[in-house]
């Protein structure tokens, strides 16, 4: 008679679904055992200067494409030099030479946005009020470009450490607004409108301004009523959670959403969920650098609600747009077993699916016990 095996997630391997992008990741726990010989990246600077006259993004400086920096004292905004998408108007394309092979113009701007006038520092190394300044200027061009007449998206994004291929070490981000949903948050967006249109029942999770179920408000409730010693919360406040996923394919992802009330974007935000928005940004960014006592690279992007309504005119598929999106940000960086050592997407994960060794709930409780004082600050270098 053979012997019964009772699952456990932390040592049998077991797929898992991603609802928002209806994905499946590979979970293989039993390969975190496995040696490591591979290619280790040379270490993330932590060394810089306060201000480096190559720079093309310290105060005053000029940059690549000829501009000069104004001499600004906090955060700075500016249209990108070597932007992605360019201004209407775009010219139509040619016939498509076959049904498979079309070309669909896009128009739009890129903007680059200057965390800090200090080219040492990162998001982990900010105030918390210096924070919230750069949480305010991200609302400033979501509204800027969310409303301007031919965008259908705007996304913040920042790449952190030059193994994500951030080709300048001054804390910055970009923000980039297209005429197109891209892929990622419309196929979110599309799961979250199905989800939306689903009898569920109550769970005392909120909801949106159409009474009906939002996919993340429901599972932020689920995640943060769940325990603490087993579960993926890393560190939450009053009106955040940061949490490693259930579906999270990199080895320390983190999903960062307001839980006690659904946000569609970051234009609705009170100003006490901006403060507190600040407030566990730089909770989870200290985390991210005590992991591994380093400099610790990621790309992060907020998925909102794709652009502000035209007009104020409150008209039923504003709200239904408000009842879907549901504002939150990934974290994805790559470090896996130490500062040198990085997660490789290949192989399986590009012909097949993701798929990941540590279980989102080993890599929460490896975050939630890391120090939110910034490792150089214990070890006596004070800013």
């Known amino acids: 008679m053979a012997e019964t095996i009772t699952f456990d997630p932390s040592t049998h391997p077991h797929r898992r679904l991603n609802p928002l992008t209806n994905e499946y990741v590979l979970v293989s726990p039993h390969r975190t055992k496995r040696p490591w010989l591979g290619q280790t990246e040379p270490p993330q600077a932590s060394n810089l200067p306060e201000y480096d006259p190559q720079c093309y993004l310290c105060p005053g ?32 394309p040619p016939p498509a030479p076959h049904p498979l092979l079309t070309t669909e113009p896009v128009h739009g701007g890129c903007d680059v946005l200057i965390f800090h006038p200090r080219h040492d520092l990162t998001l982990a190394r900010l105030s918390v009020p210096d924070i919230e300044r750069i949480i305010e200027e991200w609302r400033t061009v979501y509204k800027k470009r969310g409303t301007q007449e031919d965008i259908a998206y705007v996304q913040i994004f920042e790449n952190k450490g030059a193994m994500m291929g951030c080709s300048n070490p001054h804390p910055h981000g970009q923000v980039w607004s297209l005429s197109a949903i891209p892929s990622l948050p419309g196929s979110e967006l599309t799961n979250m409108r199905r989800y939306s249109l689903t009898d569920v029942p109550p769970s005392g999770a909120p909801r949106g301004p159409l009474g009906r179920p939002c996919m993340l408000c429901e599972y932020a409730h689920f995640e943060v009523g769940a325990s603490s010693e087993q579960g993926r919360v890393v560190v939450k406040n009053d009106d955040w959670v940061a949490l490693v996923p259930w579906w999270a394919i990199w080895p320390f992802e983190v999903m960062l959403l307001p839980y006690k009330r659904h946000v569609p974007s970051i234009a609705h935000l009170t100003p006490a969920e901006k403060s ?27 998925h909102q609600r794709p652009v502000l309504p035209k007009e104020d005119v409150g008209l039923p598929d504003d709200q239904d747009e408000d009842n879907i999106a549901h504002l939150h940000l990934h974290f994805s960086p790559p470090l896996l077993r130490s500062a040198s050592v990085r997660k490789f997407l290949v192989g399986f994960e590009l012909m097949a699916e993701p798929q990941r060794d540590l279980t989102p709930e080993q890599a929460a409780a490896r975050l939630r016990a890391c120090s939110e004082v910034h490792y150089l600050d214990r070890d006596g270098v004070q800013e």
């Open 61 to 92: 400086n000029a940059r690549a494409g000829g501009q000069r920096n104004e001499t600004y004292n906090n955060t700075m905004i500016f249209e990108n030099d070597f932007a992605a998408v360019l201004p209407p108007p775009c010219p139509a």
């Open 276 to 302: 507190s928005f600040a407030d566990i940004l730089s909770k989870v960014t200290k985390r991210y650098d005590n992991l591994f006592s380093c400099s610790f690279a990621y790309s992060m992007g907020i």
